[in-house]
């Protein structure tokens, strides 16, 4: 599958200089803040995910409860769709620090997970489908695979430019638990 990941930080012209580009000042211009892409993928119980760079300095992490259930008890493929401007039980954060990653989906935890900055998605769609992979669920181990889709996000901090996440596409396995 190939992954279209894109990032961008908003525009803030703010010197006085004649603004000679063609774009608005409230558009934004697409960057890439990243030295690396966030090929490593991963997910685990009712449900969360991850995409992360090789150090485990830059993550991605998508959370919400429940959707492994309620696909189990549709006894199939389900789609659930969420806008984060109204959808407060999804939460889409964007890390950078060291062993960002180290505490998800892990029950033996060695590294101390430091968070140097942090953004929270505000705005933007998920679509997230889960495809049931067990025929003999157990309440700790229903596993599914999921299609998380992130189009438009826009990340806010309170100390950081605002950031936006053109795309991304994450395929993970969820729905089973650490321990």
Known sequence: SSDTDSLTDTDTDTDSDTDTDTDSDTDTDPIDPFTADLPVRGGCSDLTAYARDDADTMALHVSVDGLVE???????????SFDLSTDTEVTVRYEEGSHL????????????VVVDRDWSGIAGAVVIELTPTSATPEPWHKPADAKITLTDIVFESSTEEALKLESLVLEVGVGWFPG
Do not use: I, R
């Open 101 to 112: 990653t180290h505490y998800t989906c892990n029950d033996a935890v060695s590294e101390e």
């Open 70 to 80: 309620e696909a189990y008890d549709s006894e199939g493929t389900s789609t659930f």
